[in-house]
């Protein structure tokens, strides 16, 4: 089963909400005796240097309690993919574009 949505979605990393656009969600798994797996891909945009430093800060966590209430979906998740545009932060109110895509973890 594959969701895909154009509009903004909260998207929870522990405590920290992200505004999810271009959010995807699919079950994959690797091979037929696998279980699948949930597999999250959004982009989401920081503004300015006090919030890019606090959300690369938390990243940097790279495990996280991923919650997305609008889609009741909660996972303990992993970093798969990550990118960001070329952060020029010369005031509060320049943004990076940010691509994210976070895979479960089999507990």
């Not at 909260?10 to 656009?21: H, K």
């Not at 949930?38 to 606090?54: A, K, M, R, S």
């Not at 009741?72 to 070329?86: A, E, R």
């Amino acid at each position: 089963m594959s969701i895909r949505s154009t509009e903004a979605i909260p998207v929870y990393l522990d405590t920290l909400q992200l505004n999810a656009l271009q959010f995807q969600h699919e079950q994959v798994s690797h091979s037929i005796q696998e279980k699948s797996r949930h597999l999250l891909t959004f982009d989401f945009v920081i503004t300015g240097n006090q919030e890019y430093h606090d959300v690369t800060s938390h990243l940097y966590g790279q495990t996280f309690d991923v919650k997305v209430p609008s889609h009741d979906l909660h996972f303990k998740g992993t970093i798969h993919n990550y990118s960001t545009s070329v952060p020029k932060l010369t005031t509060e109110e320049d943004t990076v574009n940010v691509h994210l895509e976070l895979m479960e973890i089999q507990e």
